[in-house]
């Protein structure tokens, strides 16, 4: 079962099923940070009031990733 990234709860850790973006550049710069397919994620904070999310990609890589760019991703658990 799918969801979006922006529905994760902090200390969750989700797969990567799908990157629906219909803009070129976001899709670009997404894969250059690591988020692919398969990918796993983990979700270390959200900020309040529609803030952005706080992630860990992989092993070692934390980005800041804005709520609308997160509902764009779609994971699994696990």
């Not at 994620?41 to 900020?47: C, G, M, N, S």
Request: glycine share 10%; no cysteine.
């Amino acid at each position: 079962m799918s969801m979006k990234l922006s529905t994760v709860k902090p200390g969750q850790t989700v797969t990567i099923a799908a990157i629906n973006t219909d803009e070129p550049g976001l899709g670009r710069r997404l894969e250059a940070m690591g988020f692919k397919v398969g990918q796993q994620v983990k979700v270390l904070r959200k900020a309040w009031l529609n803030g952005p999310l706080h992630l860990r990609v992989g092993l070692t890589t934390e980005v800041a990733m804005r709520r609308h760019e997160a509902e764009e991703i779609f994971v699994e658990k696990g």
